[in-house]
């Protein structure tokens, strides 16, 4: 259970790219920069609880590996899609219900640190945790 604890955002790269690529406003996206954002990670079996801490809102998500879900950004951007388990990374396939598009996620643990990398339309971005 490498993914389990509380982890919180250290720094990003090439996030506001994505963002804006996403079709997140300038103000959004200068306040998400700046989110505070922390996770805390339970695994049991194959279901994972997600709280999310942030500037802009508490929330939980619980999922089980394999099975679809429908979950909403922070910006209010609805997704549809499922994570799965593939060696020592979770890998996440989802589609925008708005427009159909992919948007496609893998956290995993390099160093000591939670990696999320998100990719949109061919725009990477990454954001780092640490433990908390």
């Known amino acids: ?6 982890w919180k955002v250290d720094r990003s790269e090439n ?9 997140v406003n300038i103000l959004k996206r200068k306040l998400a920069a700046n989110d505070n954002l922390k996770l805390t990670i339970t695994q049991e079996g194959n279901t994972f609880t997600v709280k999310e801490s942030s500037t802009f ?10 099975v679809a ?7 209010g951007t609805e997704l549809s899609g499922t994570w799965t388990l593939e060696g020592n990374k ?13 948007l496609n ?14 990719v949109y339309e061919g725009v990477e971005a990454k954001r780092i945790f640490k433990k908390d």
């Open 1 to 6: 259970m490498a993914f389990d604890g509380n």
């Open 15 to 23: 996030y506001d790219k994505f963002m804006e690529k996403m079709g």
């Open 57 to 66: 809102r508490n929330t939980e998500v619980v999922f089980e590996l394999g």
């Open 69 to 75: 879900f429908n979950y909403n950004l922070a910006d």
């Open 90 to 102: 979770l890998i996440g396939k989802f589609k925008r219900t708005d427009n159909g598009k992919e």
């Open 105 to 118: 996620t893998v956290r995993e643990i390099i160093g000591g640190e939670l990696v999320q990398t998100y």
